[in-house]
């Protein structure tokens, strides 16, 4: 059963099927805990889980072999490996709260208004691309990335539609197909583009880089007549900074310094995510309201927004 074997395979990749492992130790146990035990195990550690997840690993649970003398050998084995995991994890973490700063540094933090874009990929293009005065043009990055088909002649014969040519920096390559994918998956007007090219017969990742040069170049944000929205680059910021436990003070630097990349006419619309969660924040209690309530009202100053004034909006808790 190929099939099954992958899904096993995949699911024992979920941090909370690791978790589950790691508390309850057997097969047995977990049919025992049942979705509705493995649910509220999830929600008391602060994962987010899918139901069909909990329900995959209860129906393998039911299936397993019983467990051979050893067991006991063989789950220590697990415990070793699984704090090796967690340990790398956090240096992962780590490295990439570190990557948000110096992105937050540089006038690449502006490709984080193209929805579709997060914060690591914008800081992987930013840091194999380098400044971009480098570039005289947008060609340039292409040409440099390779990002452009082989060219095969012959005699009479001149073929324009060859792979990829061998030549080029391949981690820019990889950082800009990269963001194509993400752009596809998660931008409606990239993904009715892509439809338009697979329709030609052409790679759906063939995605140009002139926008992203004229914004990184131009100072400014996204900004096309097909694109229903942009999304807000301090916003993603934070998000991510309270998703990766980031110091108060490391946050609010990279805010400062990111403010100072933003263009003048961006700053009100910038301001306006950010007055309606520190409402929230000094209405409650806890670390991350604590941490936001000092951070956003010295971010919304040097935005000249009112740090006060509350608007409804349907975009997700910065505080959840």
Known sequence: MPGYSRCVADLFDSPVVLRMARDLGSAAAIEEAGVAGLSQRARQAGLKVHRSTLETLVAWARSAPSAEEPATLHHRLFLELDADQLAKARSIDASESELAGLLARTPYALLLSIVGINVVSAAEFAGEMGPIERYPKARAITGRAGSFPARYQSDRVDRRDGALIRHANHDLRYAILMIADNLIKCNEYFAVLARGWRLQGKDARDLRVRIAY????????????????????????????????????QLARDLDAAVSHLPATLHREEAAPLTEPLARVRKRRGAGPHLLGKILPVVLAKLEGDPVKSSESGEADLTE
């Open 214 to 249: 004229q914004m990184v170049a131009g100072r400014m944000a996204f900004q096309h007549p097909c694109a229903r929205r942009r999304d807000s680059i301090l916003r993603k910021l934070i998000q991510f900074a309270l998703e990766q436990g980031a110091a108060s003070d």
